[in-house]
């Protein structure tokens, strides 16, 4: 059972920083591809970041210059370094992997909340 585990949303102050990490079950090389979403209330799922087997990154332009995605090969994670936050970063952030079996597979999510 392929399974992705995020964790290290909460709640911080605007110009603050979160840190997110996905854990995949089983290696991380079984992913052509991982990546994290948001979704905010009342809003369509967005792409925030993502990055190839190859370490190949993208990004949303709203997300440039603060967002920084990573994995671990060895820890089979993916983190998501979020600084310089603002309150129209508040959503429910979800990580995402394409299997090498060409299914998508999604964490449960983990809300973050920017506000003073």
């Known amino acids: 059972q392929v399974q992705l585990v995020e964790s290290g949303g909460g709640l911080v102050q605007p110009g603050g920083s979160l840190r997110l990490s996905c854990a995949t079950s089983?290696?991380?090389?079984?992913?052509?591809?991982m990546a994290w979403y948001r979704q905010a209330p009342g809003k369509q799922r967005e792409l925030v970041a993502r990055?190839?087997?190859?370490?190949?990154?993208n990004y949303a332009d709203s997300v440039k210059g603060r967002f920084t995605i990573s994995r671990d090969n060895t820890e089979n994670t993916v983190a998501l370094q979020m600084n310089g936050l603002k309150p129209e970063d508040t959503a429910v952030y979800y990580c995402?992997?394409?299997?090498?079996?060409?299914?998508?597979?999604w964490g449960q999510g983990t809300q973050v909340t920017v506000s003073s």
């Open positions: 995402h992997g394409r299997h090498i079996s060409s299914v998508d597979y």
């Open positions: 089983g290696s991380i090389f079984n992913f052509y591809q």
């Open positions: 990055i190839s087997s190859s370490g190949w990154t």
